[in-house]
């Protein structure tokens, strides 16, 4: 599978550049022919002028042509029409797969978008299962000019399946910048993922470098290509760990055509107007906090508001007295309580059933009211007096705060829940006075979240996607679920990456919480990012932090990708090895323990080496980035420095999270990684040391 290069400038070459050419044209055409749009005369008024200008806008961005974004990335030859009876002799079709349609003039299709279902061969067809495909062609690129091109001819048996080299290429491309599509290069495996229906849930395990992150995201591209229309009403959402990751994946969806899909943390689903997270937790704190029993804990302590009435309610309606005993609003109480709606929709339901109780006691007496005066009795001062003391409004963070203020109150509803000393754990040190004073912390506001749910229902998407789901406790993923209870959800990540103290055990367990229990279970073990040699030192590891999951088996060997240095100078031989990797092409990531960041920020400015934060966008003047092993998790980077390895694992509360953090450092490289150290190695790292 011999890869044309443009030096003979071969016909084939140039016709292929030539309709690049045309495409770009006739997408600039496409996006002028929206811009001329005039809608003064299809508005009935300004706020629908608003809303179609608004779509206007998102239709001009989305077809917006990135220079240096290949506009297709591959060819489709179909021995027959798609669709059509294969009978011999029927004519074949020539598609251009990319990021999105384009179309000429007369509306027949330049470009075909990677979604469609005509598309799909370019993934999966192979020289086992050939699809109807005589020609798969790969295009390569640089700096956006179309400069070779690669054949497969699939239906062709003397031809051998062989190793794309353009697709290798692309998967080693440098990386500088944010997070980019992987559409070119998608595997039948992650197809497969990609383009399963919104009906059914999905969770992937996938090792360093196997691209679920990515999976995830074009997945979302696809279901928003195949459900527009629903999900344009229910919303798309994508969940990441931290702002940083957030900013490296921000620009994957746009580049597809997508601009309509938002991006939160946890703690931005949870915040709450006025509740500020001035407050940290021990480990073993937020462990209790993050529990799935708070869920009932706090469902206890919400339903203690309800009580029985003591007193008949009596009702004035001009001369008529209308008398409800005390024994019959106590049944609308208990049946109401018995249907488990939210506390919210019960009590705004009572003042309805005890004036239907009045009507009937109207009709009885010869009276003729109809649903106005129900309403108009339920509205009585009387009844929401009554209401009031029985149901009563619970606001939710004052029910967690007194939860966790008020040790007798906590017990009463934590009892056969939680221990004694769980319970302890829970309690602040010194009470605080109100909701606005109190120093809430992260996990805090989840537990509020989940009290504002059980009082009154949370809306609910059509899609949500949450990355890096093995550091979410069980009362996070609840927070999640609550976002997709009528959608369905995408669950994105690696056992053995799990660094919280609440670290996902099972994925069995994490959908359970989420409320997803029959998610289908994918794994993605090829690995295509992290060169194997890495990922085999990496592995090292997997035995300590996860037993039983199966290590990524890499597709790409890089003799030289790795080399682990013993010094005597840890800070020194450190800026000396990031000078050293900066001499390559690439952006450069040097990862250590936090604690450490302070002195190397320190030596690089000395050494007068520019640097990066975690989530600044790297460009080809500023390519190194000093990355705290805290941040380092879904981000990566061509070439890594890593910093005194011991440090990292020391950094947390225990080996085995020590262990998980350095595994999740030790694969966020590409194309070579570089490890640096003075203290001995982790054990399981040193069996069988690299020099």
């Known amino acids: 599978m011999p890869a044309h290069a443009p030096e003979s400038e071969s016909d084939p070459l140039a016709r292929e550049r030539a309709h690049l050419s045309r495409s770009r044209s006739a997408l600039r055409a496409m996006r002028e022919d929206v811009e001329a749009l005039d809608i003064r005369d299809v508005t009935a008024n300004w706020v629908n002028a608003i809303v179609l200008q608004a779509q206007i806008d998102d239709r001009i961005k989305a077809l917006a042509d990135l220079s240096h974004t290949p506009l297709f990335f591959g060819r489709l030859n179909y021995l027959h029409a798609p669709g059509a009876e294969l009978a011999e002799g029927a004519e074949g079709e020539q598609f251009y797969i990319g990021r999105r349609h384009v179309h000429d003039a007369d509306g027949d299709p330049m470009v075909i978008d990677w979604r469609a279902p005509v598309s799909q061969p370019f993934y999966r067809a192979s020289k086992k299962d050939p699809q109807d495909i005589s020609l798969r062609r790969r295009f390569g690129y640089t ?25 290798q290429q692309e998967i080693e491309r440098p990386r500088v910048g944010p997070m980019r599509d992987i559409v070119a290069t998608i595997q039948p495996e992650q197809d497969e993922i990609v383009r399963s229906g919104l009906s059914g849930s999905v969770c992937v395990q996938g090792g360093p470098g196997t691209g679920k992150t990515a999976v995830g995201l074009h997945r979302v591209a696809y279901l928003l290509y195949a459900h527009r229309e629903r999900l344009a009403r229910t919303g798309t959402l994508v969940i990441g760990p931290n702002r940083s990751f957030l900013h490296y994946i921000e620009q994957v969806l746009p580049a597809l055509g997508e601009l309509e899909v938002k991006q939160a ?10 509740l500020e997270v001035r407050g940290t937790d021990a480990a073993e704190t937020a462990v209790v906090k993050g529990d799935a029993r708070m869920a009932e804990v706090l469902r ?13 309610l009596m009702v004035v309606r001009g001369s008529r007295r209308w008398r409800v005993p005390a024994y019959e609003i106590a049944e609308m109480v208990e049946e109401l309580q018995q249907r488990d709606i939210r506390y919210g929709a019960a009590r705004d339901a009572l003042p309805q059933r005890i004036a239907h109780a009045v009507l ?10 109809d649903d106005r005066v129900q309403d108009a009795v339920a509205r009585n001062p009387a009844v929401k007096a009554a209401v009031k003391a029985v149901w009563p409004p619970v606001e939710p963070a004052k029910l967690v705060l007194r939860l966790l203020s008020d040790p007798d109150f906590l017990a009463l509803h934590a009892a056969d829940v939680l221990s004694a000393d769980e319970q302890k754990l829970l309690l602040w040190p010194k009470p605080f006075r109100s909701v606005k004073s109190a120093k809430w912390s992260a996990a805090d506001l989840v537990l509020i979240d989940e009290a504002a749910d059980l009082v009154e229902r949370t809306p609910s998407l059509g899609h949500v996607v949450v990355d890096e789901a093995q ?5 996070q993923y609840r927070a999640v679920g609550r976002r997709c209870t009528t959608g369905s959800a995408t669950v994105l990540g690696d056992l053995a990456q799990g660094t919280t103290p609440w670290a996902t055990r099972s994925w069995d367990e994490a959908l359970t919480h989420l409320g997803k229990p029959q998610a289908v279970l994918e794994e993605l073990t090829a690995g295509f990012r992290v060169p194997r040699e890495v990922i085999a030192y990496a592995s090292r590891l997997l035995p300590s932090i996860s037993p039983g999951l199966a290590p990524v088996s890499s597709v790409r060997e890089t003799p030289g990708s790795l080399l682990v240095a013993h010094t005597s100078d840890l800070t020194a031989d450190v800026v000396a090895t990031c000078r050293a990797s900066l001499a390559h ?11 450490r960041i302070p002195a190397l920020a320190q030596a690089l400015t000395a050494a007068d080496l520019p640097y990066l934060s975690p989530g600044e966008e790297t ?9 705290p092993a805290s941040l380092a998790k879904g981000l990566e980077y061509d070439y890594v420095v890593l910093d005194e390895p011991a440090a990292i694992v020391d950094g947390e509360p225990d080996e085995r999270t020590g262990l998980r953090r350095l595994y999740v450092c030790l694969t966020r490289a590409v194309s ?11 054990a399981a790292l040193a069996d069988g040391d690299v020099t």
């Open 300 to 312: 206890r302590a919400l339903g203690s508001h309800v009580t029985a009435p003591t007193e008949p």
């Open 619 to 627: 460009t080809a003047e500023s390519r190194l980035t000093l990355v």
């Open 143 to 167: 700096g956006g000019e179309l400069t070779a091109y690669e054949d497969e001819h699939l239906s062709d048996p003397a031809e051998a399946a062989a190793v794309s080299k353009l697709l």
């Open 265 to 274: 943390t946890v703690d931005d689903l949870v915040a709450r107007e006025g």
């Open 585 to 595: 092409e690439g952006s450069i990531g040097l990862i250590a323990a936090d604690a």
């Open 672 to 682: 070579g990684l570089s490890v640096v150290h003075t203290a001995a190695l982790p």
């Open 360 to 369: 009937v006691r109207m009709e009885q007496a010869g009276e003729a009211p």
């Open 471 to 475: 550091d979410l406790s069980p009362m």
